[in-house]
Nanobody, 124 residues
Framework: QVQLVESGGGLVQAGGSLRLSCAASGRTFSSYTMGWFRQAPGKEREFVVAIGRSGGSTGYADSVKGRFTISRDNAKNTVYLQMNSLKPEDTAVYYC?????????????????WGQGTQVTVSS
């Protein structure tokens, strides 16, 4: 069992930056691929980015490439999402998720554990 707790969300102006963190419980954090998803009001949850177990491989949604960076610190059981050049369309609840699949992927139904989400609001 893994528990995930996101933090770092908030209100920021367009063009600004935020850094989200996701802290995981348990001693097996390094055995999970970690992903970030987001859900805007009235829309389905969508994939943002994922990182493999060692941090050596990543996968990004086209909408965030070049602006967002995912990283992880397995010693601290934490995954980070650095978000730069934020746009109003990035406004959403951001969720951290853990998957037992070895490689980064965007398959929502193959993520086993989810955090409660953190709100990111980008004003224009």
């Amino acid at each position: 069992q893994v528990q995930l707790v996101e933090s770092g969300g908030g209100l920021v102006q367009a063009g600004g930056s935020l850094r989200l963190s996701c802290a995981a419980s348990g001693r097996t954090f390094s055995s999970y691929t970690m992903g970030w998803f987001r859900q805007a009001p009235g829309k389905e949850r969508e994939f943002v980015v994922a990182i493999g177990r060692s941090g050596g491989s990543t996968g990004y949604a086209d909408s965030v490439k070049g602006r967002f960076t995912i990283s992880r610190d397995n010693a601290k059981n934490t995954v980070y999402l650095q978000m730069n050049s934020l746009k109003p369309e990035d406004t959403a609840v951001y969720y951290c998720a853990a998957s037992t699949i070895a490689a980064p992927h965007n398959l929502y139904h193959l993520y086993n554990y989810w955090g409660q989400g953190t709100q990111v609001t980008v004003s224009s």
